[in-house]
């Protein structure tokens, strides 16, 4: 089978996860909310899609990979993300979404099929060392979705996202270095290292740069998209702009405040 072949293949069996997911099930009536999700809705649902593409041929595991299984878990899996960040609850976003997909899909997959599933959505926001221990064991569908959802993070799309989800949650701005690099340390292939080491380096440039000595540009951009944690980061973006290019201090109008914010606005209008 050809690549072109192949990548036909594959495309369509996404389409009919999504249509089974859209279409004919719940996330019809979630649709709305789900499309409008800043921080863990569709866009992200689509680029962690193009992610696990980019990472499965380079891994050439692309006749391996259960495609119904990966994309299911894609799209569900931080599905009741929001609900944590706004009601500050305990119970894992995984966990909710694990009782969605059995009440709402298991019906569509074999037994097999949602064991992988429940393992993929259940374990993909593990952070602590134990995953060290017990992830050589888990489903390779299970270690994409981890993997491709913390390439997600990285970069200034990466740190876009985390000071807006942090101030939700009330946690310092001074904390995301030591997740960020909790992310790389924890990924499970060379090859996602790879793929995500340049945007890695970014965000984590970023992060020390502020944490050392509260960098005052990247301190500023921190505050601007804290003030508006909801809004779409395009809208922020083009704000950000419209503030003069010239700022009172040692700002020169190409600094790092507005480079940041040009690259964040090219990242999301192409994706609109």
Known sequence: MSDDELTKRIDHQIRNVFH???????L????KSYQANIHHGMQHTKDLIALSKQLIFKLKKEEEIDWKVLTISIILHDLFAEQDIYNKTTITHGKKSVDFFNTNFKSYFSVEQCKKVEEAISTHDEKST???NYRESLCLESKILYDVDNLDAFGVKGFYRYVAIYQLKGI????ILGNVENRFRLL????SKEIGRVEYERITCLCKNYNSSR????SFIISFIALYPSISPSKIAIEALLLPAYLPGSWDNRGTFHKYFEELYQIYSKKN
């Not at 089974?20 to 719940?26: H, V």
């Not at 310092?172 to 904390?175: A, K, L, Q, R």
């Not at 499970?188 to 090859?191: D, I, K, P, V």
């Open 20 to 26: 089974i997911a859209f279409e004919e099930n719940q």
């Open 28 to 31: 019809l009536e979630l649709g």
């Open 130 to 132: 134990e995953y060290l």
């Open 172 to 175: 310092p701005f001074d904390h």
């Open 188 to 191: 499970n292939f060379n090859e």
């Open 215 to 218: 960098d005052r540009e990247v």
